[in-house]
């Protein structure tokens, strides 16, 4: 159970590091930074997907 409430804390904050990367994508203008921040926010989808599903076997193990 621990290891779940873990696991959906780290979801959590990559969510929010992708949303940020994504909104601060629209703000730069420096085509390295964006390039940078486009490359964070794909990565940060991969490993929410993975995240998701850790989670889904962790809920069905304690059922």
Known sequence: MH??????????FKTVCMTKSKT???LVTDPELKLILQQDAAMSSDQL???AAVLSK??????
């Open 3 to 12: 290891e779940l409430l873990e696991a959906h804390e780290i979801a959590a």
């Open 49 to 51: 997907a993975e995240l």
């Open 24 to 26: 601060m994508q629209a």
């Open 58 to 63: 962790g809920k069905e193990t304690l059922q």
